[in-house]
């Protein structure tokens, strides 16, 4: 199989263990994404499918050569591009663009810098110095200079945590392109899941130092393993006794029942479930809305209203849930 190979990699750091029997391959042309919380060991795992790490176990093959035997021939193929960049400080962007082409004479490499300059709309900007470029632009110059001397494999560390959520949005779906269009494989280690749902052809999600689930973005959102995955996914509400006992829910002792906080909605019609505002947070498009059933304080559903609605503290409403968006995941 052409593209990357991961099989029951394992490491250690002394004798803290990070991350265990984790396999996953990423097929020439595709976009995975592994998603973990902060210390998860994302980065350790790009650190060592770029061989800047190699005390692992098991094994990584990048076209079906191991790495760890054959480390020098195959890491022209890998790019990596870094959280903070890494750019050189003391090189202006035509520069930094430039430093991986020794291997290209002076008229080739000017034409490749160029080419690279207008394709990352850095045209303008290619004499500063990196400290004069804001965040975007030195984000395009580090993707430019690793895109400079053609690697088939891009490992990103969270490309997008440095810049704004406006920028980050555009990003994303550039560099999406920038990808598929060079047809390059794609390996991208993030703690956000919207960064994941939007990107990917495939994600993994890391859960106690493993791999727990491995597929597409919408069998991940609408089937996902287990309660962590589904909440590291998406905002759910587990449902309340009222609601499992009103549909008839036969759940088993090891389930959670749950819903996504977008499938609950206000009914304009009398419904089972009758509910009152009992918090109201306003965030521009929306409110964010926590429900309580009359009597039982304890239970409680969060939604998304539209601010159109009339909402105030203590006002009754009716939820409704369709039991078809009513999701059994196991609860470990
Ligand atoms: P993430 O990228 O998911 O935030 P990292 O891969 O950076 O996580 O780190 C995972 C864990 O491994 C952290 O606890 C970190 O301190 C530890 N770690 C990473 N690299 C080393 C190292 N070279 N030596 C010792 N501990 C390390
Ligand atoms: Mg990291």
Sequence with gaps: MRGIQVKNFGISFGNMEILKNLSFDVKEGEI???????????????????????????????????????????????????????????????????????????????????ELLKQFDLVEHRNKQIHELSGGQQQRVSIARVIAYNPRILLLDEPFSNLDSILRNKTKLWLKDVIKNLGLSAILVTHDQKEALSISDKIGVIQNKTLVQFSTPQELYHHPINLYVAKFLGDINILPKEVVDHFNLKIKTDQTPIIRTHHCKISQNMTPFKMCVDKLSYCGDYFEVTLTFQEIIKTHITLNVDTTFELHDKKNIYLEIDPKDILLVNTI
């Design 32 to 114: 995975v994404t592994i998603l973990g919380p902060s210390g998860s060991g994302k980065s350790t795992i790009l650190r060592s499918i770029a061989s800047l790490q190699t005390h692992y176990e098991g094994e990584i093959y990048l076209n079906e050569t191991c790495l760890l035997n054959h480390h020098s021939s195959c890491h022209k193929e890998i790019g990596y591009i870094f959280q903070d960049y890494a750019l050189f400080p003391h090189l202006n962007v035509k520069e930094n663009i430039g430093f991986a082409l020794y291997s290209l004479s002076k008229v080739e490499k000017q034409r490749r810098v160029d």
